[in-house]
T-cell receptor
């Protein structure tokens, strides 16, 4: 069975500092990996996805993530955060040919001035 | 495109009442998902449809919950009778089966409060 573990429930950071949100997954088959962002009182929207190819994936708003198969990780990074990045971030996994996503518990990113 | 549309945005009801949540997926998307989000349990997949047919309803918590998709542009999630523990935000999402597969487009959610 697939599962997703987000290692940090909350990450506080100062504005313009770098940030990394950690995500580990478990799956016995090839996977597709996603990061979604949820701003307050809104639905989730896709930040980036890994389906195949380059293990470094760039997304919207300056975020990027690296797929590491040996460590079964898909950590999300941004070199310099803004106040507007304050939101909840969800890592998700889907096995090939299958549209069902399994979401992690979420990481709340709080950017302080 | 207007995106995924959900109604109502907020619903407050008393325990024992029937609640119906509605969703209109993005035109041309043939997968539709219903999720529930709570502080305690996070984001849970309740059920999903492909071409209006329920594919996996293993996440539906109990018989009080039912979901239908009578056509490609409309789905409902019904709770009868409602209980306080059903209080949550319910999201609908849709995705096409090809092209940008796996990229789920979420609606704004319905915040349900059962008193």
């Amino acid at each position: 069975a697939q599962s997703v573990t987000q290692l940090d429930s909350q990450v506080p950071v100062f504005e313009e500092a770098p940030v990394e949100l950690r995500c580990n997954y478990s799956s016995s088959v090839s996977v597709y990996l996603f990061w979604y962002v949820q701003y307050p009182n809104q639905g989730l929207q896709l930040l980036l996805k890994y389906l195949s190819g380059s293990t470094l994936v760039k997304g919207i708003n300056g975020f990027e993530a690296e797929f590491n198969k040996s460590q079964t990780s898909f950590h999300l990074r941004k070199p310099s955060v803004h106040i507007s990045d304050t939101a909840e971030y969800f890592c998700a996994v889907s096995s090939g040919g299958y549209n069902k996503l399994i979401f992690g518990a979420g990481t709340r990113l709080a950017v302080h001035p | 495109d207007a995106g995924v549309i959900q109604s109502p945005r907020h619903e407050v009801t008393e325990m024992g009442q029937e609640v119906t949540l509605r969703c209109k997926p993005i035109s041309g998307h043939d997968y539709l998902f219903w999720y529930r989000q709570t502080m305690m349990r996070g984001l849970e997949l309740l059920i999903y449809f492909n071409n209006n047919v329920p594919i996996d309803d293993s996440g539906m918590p109990e018989d009080r919950f039912s979901a239908k998709m009578p056509n490609a542009s409309f789905s409902t999630l019904k709770i009868q009778p409602s209980e306080p523990r059903d209080s949550a935000v319910y999201f609908c999402a849709s995705t096409p089966s090809s092209g940008r597969a796996y990229e789920q487009y979420f609606g704004p959610g319905t915040r349900l409060t059962v008193t």
